[in-house]
């Protein structure tokens, strides 16, 4: 189990990291979300022991896990970090890369160990391109191979999903659920895109600012969000001052400047409700994100798959009262 008990980190007057405690049982997965500069990189880099934290302890297994200055050679040898960059050496093939990470052991088991990387991580058709012939979502998965050659305990990984497409975003995904369950190892990945985080991840925290403001699971904290951004950074949210409610025929609160969220998929189009003109539709494949205005206040996302609406078209909204989600 990795605990983070009240971390801190500060560079100058930057709070990077605020108090933050949290817990990884092995065979876990958690997704930390968080706009840029929040502070996901910084507990990362803490969390696997290669920057000092200024206060909080981390432990594996009841050890606590030194910082760079307590030891010779920073890093842990049961945590490991996958860099956003991967920082693979460059002059030699991606199998090479993958191979380095276990260089001390037997050329045998070397072999045999590194066969099985290259086939878990699916990089058999490319193990003998250089790093600068591969593709981004190929770079990731040998970083990710070279991370895990040795089975680690904890596996931190900095935006896995970015810049690769659906295909190698669904790759990675399928290999970290299957390390986890077959390793038993503890993952914990920060993102900035929440749709990644809530699709694999058993544990979800929200980061603002240097604190983790938020966690649960990822249907609890999609559905019930803490704050404005918390709701915004899981999904598409319609947030809205309370002083509204009354437009969209629901009951009125006694706090006109409390917001309350609604997503896109609470709002339903019926024959009668709430009239609303569409100002736009965006075609997502499976349904259409529409776009309609109540009133010159209150705009409002929605899905449905009705195909014939377009700009100006009048539809009416119903909205039931349990879809109202009080924000803080
Ligand atoms: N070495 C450093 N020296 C000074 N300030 C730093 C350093 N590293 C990070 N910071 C600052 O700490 C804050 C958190 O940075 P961090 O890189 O952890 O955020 P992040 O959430 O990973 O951002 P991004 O998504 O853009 O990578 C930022 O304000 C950043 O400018």
Known sequence: MLLADRLQKTFDDIHAVRSISLQLPPGRIM???????SGKSTLLSVLAGLLDADGGTVTLNGKRVPGPSEVLVAG????????????????????????????????????????????LCRLEAVQDHLPRQASGGEKQRTAIARAIAEKPAVLLLDEPF??????????????????????????????????????IADEVGILQMGHLIQTGSPVAVY????????????????????????????????????CFCLRPEQIH??????????????????HFEVEVDVNRYVRLRLL?????????????????EEAVWWLK
């Open 162 to 199: 970015s810049h690769l497409d659906l295909l190698n975003r669904t790759l990675i995904r399928d290999l970290l659920f299957d390390l986890v369950r077959q390793e038993q190892t503890a993952c914990l990945f920060v993102t900035h895109d929440a749709t990644d985080a809530l699709s």
């Open 31 to 37: 997704g930390l979300v968080g706009a840029s500069g």
């Open 76 to 119: 842990h040898n049961d945590i490991r970090l996958v860099h956003q960059e991967y920082q693979l050496m460059p002059n030699i093939s991606l199998r090479e890369n993958i191979a380095y990470a276990v260089r001390f052991y037997e050329k045998e088991y070397q072999r045999f160990r590194v066969d099985e990387l290259v086939k």
């Open 304 to 320: 449905t798959t009705r195909a014939e609406l377009k700009e100006g078209t009048t539809v009416h909204l119903h909205i039931g």
């Open 223 to 258: 559905r019930r969000p803490v704050t404005a951004y918390a709701a915004r950074m899981t999904g598409p949210a319609n947030i809205i001052r309370a002083k509204r409610l009354s437009s969209l025929e629901l009951p009125a609160s006694h706090h006109p400047d409390a």
């Open 269 to 286: 189009l019926s024959e009668t409700g709430v009239p609303a003109t569409v100002t736009a539709v965006f075609f997502k494949g499976s």
